[in-house]
């Protein structure tokens, strides 16, 4: 069973530039997050949709960062213009949330982007 | 509000001595944790949960943690730990059964020595 996938794994671009993030999660998933981790700030949650729909985007950092589920099967991160402070690895996780009473399965991971803007 | 703290952000370790990464968690609610593995490049990996029954849960590559509701803690531990251990691991919570908004610690940089 294929995981996460996550492209490109790695991304040098330069300021201002539009960068965009793909992910496709585990089929059968409904719900998929975006992750930026950094040295300073650790793993934060970006945004995260559940059913295709945005949940929470308050992680969200400013208007530059926006995020798209069109279908069940793809998302993606992108950023318009980029920034030297956008560098970081960004992951996107997806699991299968149940119905209330059952339990939270885990997220799955894919091994992330490592975005870098010069 | 919900918070996960690790207590150490690096812990040195001989190869197969036992070890200890600590996590303590503040909510109101009751919580679900988890503990998460990085190997350097890849992504997280999910090595053991806790939602409820025993308070001690066994994981994956013989992690294990213990839940303690009067301290607050969900401490991840192991008897014998390998090379092959070291890695970054990440403690976490959710809060309920509609949303998967996990909250992460900062993260506890294993390193095992020969």
């Known amino acids: 069973d294929a995981g996460v996938i996550q492209s490109p794994r790695h991304e040098v671009t330069e300021m201002g530039q539009e960068v965009t993030l793909r992910c496709k999660p585990i089929?059968?998933?409904?719900?998929l997050f975006w992750y930026r981790q950094t040295m300073m700030r650790g793993l934060e949650l970006l945004i995260y949709?559940?059913?295709?729909?945005?949940?929470?985007d308050s992680g969200m950092p400013e208007d530059r960062f926006s995020a798209k589920m069109p279908n069940a099967s793809f998302s993606t991160l992108k950023i318009q213009p980029s920034e030297p402070r956008d560098s970081a690895v960004y992951f996107c996780?997806?699991?299968?949330?149940?119905?209330?009473?059952?339990?939270?399965?885990?997220?799955?991971f894919g091994d992330g982007t490592r975005l870098s803007i010069l | 509000a919900q918070s996960v703290t690790q207590l150490d952000s690096q812990v040195p370790v001989f190869e197969e001595a036992p070890v200890e990464l600590r996590c303590n968690y503040s909510?109101?609610?009751?919580?679900?944790l988890f503990w998460y593995v990085q190997y350097p490049n890849q992504g997280l990996q999910l090595l053991l949960k806790?939602?409820?029954?025993?308070?001690l849960v066994k994981g994956i590559n013989g992690f294990e943690a213990e839940f303690n509701k009067s301290q607050t803690s969900f401490h991840l531990r192991k008897p014998s730990v390998h090379i092959s251990d070291t890695a970054e691991y990440f403690c976490?919570?959710?809060?309920?059964?509609?949303?998967?908004?996990?909250?992460f610690g900062t993260g506890t940089r294993l390193q095992v020595f020969p």
């Open positions: 976490a919570s959710t809060r309920s059964y509609n949303t998967d908004k996990l909250i």
């Open positions: 089929s059968g998933h409904n719900s």
């Open positions: 949709f559940n059913n295709n729909v945005p949940i929470d």
């Open positions: 996780a997806s699991n299968k949330i149940q119905g209330a009473g059952h339990s939270n399965q885990p997220q799955h």
């Open positions: 909510s109101s609610v009751s919580v679900y």
């Open positions: 806790y939602l409820s029954g025993s308070t």
